[in-house]
C-alpha cells in the first residue's frame, strides 16, 4: 500500500538565478576517448542543465571564456538572463 509523503503542498516564490560559466580555450581540445573530445562533452552538459532550466521556468545565463594567458581572457555571453 502507498503511503502518503506529503500531507499538504506549499507554493512559495523561489528567488534564484543561475549563471554557468564554460571554459572553452584551447585546454579543453584534449580527447576523452577515441571518438569523444572534452570540447565535445562541455558543449552538451550546459545544454541539458539550461534544458532542466526552461522547464522550471527559473532564470539562467549562460557566459563561455577562453584565455590566451593570464593577461588575456576573453569572456562572450551565449544566452543573457533576458533571453529565451
Do not use: N
Not at 506549499?10 to 570540447?39: N, Y
Amino acid at each position: 500500500m502507498a503511503q502518503r509523503l506529503y500531507q499538504s503542498e506549499r507554493r512559495s516564490r523561489r528567488d534564484i538565478a543561475i549563471m554557468q560559466l564554460v571554459d572553452v580555450s584551447g585546454a579543453t581540445d584534449g580527447w576523452i576517448a577515441a571518438d569523444q573530445r572534452i570540447i565535445d562533452v562541455e558543449r552538451e552538459a550546459p545544454l541539458l542543465v539550461c534544458i532542466a532550466l526552461d522547464g522550471m521556468v527559473e532564470p539562467y545565463s549562460v557566459l563561455a571564456f577562453s584565455d590566451e594567458g593570464p593577461q588575456a581572457v576573453v569572456v562572450r555571453s551565449i544566452k543573457r538572463f533576458d533571453e529565451r
